[in-house]
C-alpha cells in the first residue's frame, strides 16, 4: 500500500514568493496534518485538516493557509516567503481528527533565496 | 515554553549497547506518547507509543518506560545496531490538542559504531 505521499520532493524560490505544496493521505485515512521541521529541530504543527474543514492550527502567520479536498488530499500555501521559511515541510495522515497514530510523508524540502 | 524536553542532545553507543533517550513533558493533559525516528532525508517514522495506563511497552527491541508522576518517559533501544543510527524525536499530544497536534522534543542523533 502507498504511504503518504507528498510533491514536489524539493523546490527553490526567491524571498516574497508564494508556494504551494501537496499531499496525498495514506487510502482510507480522511485527516492531513501540516508540520514545519527547520534544521535541527523537531516538527512543528502548522495546520490539521479533515473533512475539508481546519480543525487546528499552530502558531503560524497568516501567510501560511491550507486546505483540504474531496478525495482528501491536502495543499499548504505559503504567501510571501521570507528566508525563515526554508524548511521540510511534512504531511502527515490520520484516520481521523481524533486518531493519534500519524504518519508522515518524506517532506517537501523549500529553500528560499 | 517548550512542552516537551529530550536528551541528550546526541548519543553514541557501541553495537550491541543499550541506547536510553529520555524526555520529560509540562503538560499533564497529554495522554499519547510516540517516539519517531527519522533518517537524513526522510520523514519522520512511528516507532513505538505508550498511553499513561500503562508503565512500559514493548516492541522488539524498542521499550518505552513511562513516569506519570514524574512527568517522563524514555526510549530504550536493546541490543543497538548500526542501522538503528538515526535522529529519534519522542512527542506527545491529547485530544485538548488543536486537534491531535503532535508537540515534538528536538530530536536526539543516535550513532551506533560497529
Redesign the interface.
Known sequence: DAG?TQSPTHLIKTRGQQVTLRCSPISGHK?V?W?QQVL??????IF?Y?EKEE????NFPDRFSARQFPNYSSELNVNALLLGDSALY?C?S?FG???????????TRLTVT | QQQVK?SPQSLIVQKGGISIINCAYENTAFD?F?W?QQFP??????LI?IRPDVSEKKEGRFTISFNKSAKQFSLHIMDSQPGDSATY?C?A?S?N???????????TTLSVSS
Open positions: 503518504v485527516s496534518s508540520y535541527g529541530q523537531g516538527p512543528q504543527f490539521q479533515y480543525r487546528g492550527r499552530g511534512l502527515a490520520s481528527p481524533s486518531s493519534y497514530e500519524q504518519y508522515f510523508g518524506p517532506g | 529530550q499519547y510516540p519517531y532525508g526522510k520523514g519522520p517514522a512511528l507509543a524525536f512527542a499530544t485530544s490538542q488543536a486537534g491531535t497536534a503532535l508537540i515534538f522534543g528536538k530530536g
